[in-house]
């Protein structure tokens, strides 16, 4: 499924690529964007190869080159060079295979069909998959005498501990005293879509709300699904003088991540 949000589309191919300034860390970042989806996304900013994609998903069965060709009019040797740029791009596979499953004499053709993956970019990032599966769990785990806000809750923090396991595991830190542990979770959070900005030494201020505009619809029950995900993160990345303290404010998280006052004691 390929999934694109209006403003996101136009310029993308120029969005590959880009070099950019990190302003929250003072310096010029000389990288270059690499998410597989703007790749996807970037390279269907050609009308051939939207063409020929649109027309192998409306196919149902593996399409061969000349198919392909013939449905945009072009040779199959100019098609052959986009084809194959899609499957770089992860929208399609390729294999060679007898076409009606008959052999004939000569080489076997290329056959292509859609890639089975997901394709979503939006700009700011938003993770509304990721709310959606805490709300079905919530409601498929509710507890005898639970509310659906206090299952959706729990939930929640399981979910943010199970990530900040995850990422212990990964990382494989040690005792974490705070300013080690918001560096941690700076990269952490940075990867699933809440733009931490470090505020200070002790402060990581998160500068994007993936579950916006359905945590503006809800502010209650989203804001606090997502401080208990955070709250679960801390948990389970075992930063015990770390804090998960709500602080709305418009067009930003709710959440803002702090040292805890015993994190300042001997």
């Known amino acids: 499924m390929l999934v694109l949000f209006a403003p996101v589309v136009k310029g993308l ?19 270059v964007t690499t998410d597989p989806a703007i790749t996807a996304v970037a390279a269907l900013d050609d009308v051939l190869r939207r063409g020929m994609y649109a027309y192998i998903r409306r196919a149902r069965r593996p ?21 194959d740029k899609l499957v770089d791009a992860g929208l399609l596979r390729a294999r060679y295979e007898p076409v009606g499953g008959i052999r ?18 939006t700009i700011p990032e938003r993770r509304h998959e990721v709310l959606a599966g805490i709300l079905m769990d919530a409601v498929l785990a509710e507890g005898e005498g639970e509310s659906a806000r ?48 470090r505020e200070s030494a002790t402060c990581v201020r998160l500068r994007n709300c993936p579950f916006h505009p359905l945590a503006a619809r809800a502010p209650e029950l989203v804001c606090g699904i997502n401080h208990a995900f955070l709250d679960g993160v801390l948990t389970g990345l075992e930063a015990a003088k770390v804090q998960a303290v709500l602080v709305p404010r418009p067009g930003e998280c709710c959440v803002e991540l702090r040292s805890s006052p015993q994190s300042d004691r001997p």
Do not use: N
Request: include cysteine; glycine fraction near 10%; proline fraction near 4%.
């Open 63 to 83: 399409v061969t080159r000349d198919e392909a060709a013939a449905s945009v009019g072009i040779s199959r040797k100019l098609a052959a060079f986009h084809l």
């Open 150 to 197: 206090q299952s959706a809750v729990r939930v929640a923090g399981r979910r943010g501990e199970e990530l900040g396991a995850s990422e212990r595991a990964r990382a494989k830190p040690g005792r974490l005293g705070a300013e080690r542990a918001l560096t941690l979770l700076e990269g952490l959070l940075s990867r699933h879509g809440f733009e931490p900005s």
């Open 13 to 31: 191919r120029e969005l590959k690529g880009l070099r950019f300034s990190d302003r929250s860390r003072g310096r010029y970042c000389d990288r």
């Open 104 to 121: 004939k004499v000569g080489r076997t053709p290329k056959v292509y069909e859609p890639a089975e993956t997901d394709i979503q970019v």
